[in-house]
């Protein structure tokens, strides 16, 4: 496999160098490691039409395109408020007594 260069500001490489040293390996391996978890549209679209089988075949239950959407918004909002959460527990101190 020949290697590519990719372009990202200082800051971003900074962060990806900490966050690979922080796990114990190499930044070209945690870039692997981003690649191979990280699904296309496509990937995504298969793994929903997938798991709609699944759900149909072993409950019987079709479900809808507003039951997926709406679905996706309760989850956007469960990872908003919980990065909100841990904003917030990052930012205040410990209470020490």
């Excluded at 690979?20 to 990280?38: H, Y």
């Amino acid at each position: 496999m020949s290697d590519v260069m990719i372009r990202v500001p200082a800051e971003v490489r900074d962060q990806l160098a900490a966050v690979a040293e922080a796990r114990g390996t190499s930044l070209r391996a945690l870039m692997q490691d981003i690649a191979a978890q990280t699904l296309t549209p496509e990937q995504i679209k298969e793994r929903a039409d997938r798991t709609r089988a699944l759900i149909a075949d072993r409950f019987g239950h079709y479900v809808s395109d507003e039951e997926s959407a709406e679905m996706r918004r309760k989850m956007r909002e469960a990872t908003a408020a919980h990065r909100a959460a841990l904003a917030v527990s990052v930012s205040e101190p410990e209470a020490s007594g």
